[in-house]
């Protein structure tokens, strides 16, 4: 059984950072691409960031210059390090596990909330 567990989400004042971790376990890890996605109230998911088992990474154009995701295949945990957050940020952010044969990811967690204000 495949599972994702998140944490590190939370109310962060504009311009503060953030960590998000998820904990992948029940899967061939070097199968997939691990990542983040988020949702935003009324938005549709879209993608944060990316990284395959190789270390190739991916960033959405809104947050590539102030975010970086990493991997750690021995303990099979992806992290995500978000930087000077603003407003837009506000959203419910996924762990997910991607083979690539989809058009979305295979796998999701359940989502953890991040909430960017003053």
């Known amino acids: 059984q495949v599972q994702l567990v998140e944490s590190g989400g939370g109310l962060v004042q504009p311009g503060g950072s953030l960590r998000l971790s998820c904990a992948a376990s029940?899967?061939?890890?070097?199968?997939?691409?691990l990542g983040w996605y988020r949702q935003a109230p009324g938005n549709q998911r879209e993608l944060v960031a990316s990284i395959t088992y190789s270390g190739r990474t991916k960033y959405a154009d809104s947050v590539k210059d102030r975010t970086s995701i990493s991997r750690d295949n021995a303990k099979n945990t992806v992290s995500l390090q978000m930087n000077r957050l603003k407003s837009e940020d506000t959203a419910v952010y996924f762990c997910?596990?991607?083979?690539?044969?989809?058009?979305?990811?295979?796998?999701w967690g359940q989502g953890t909330r991040v909430t960017v204000s003053s």
């Open positions: 997910t596990a991607d083979s690539g044969e989809g058009l979305l990811p295979d796998y």
């Open positions: 029940g899967m061939s890890f070097r199968v997939y691409a």
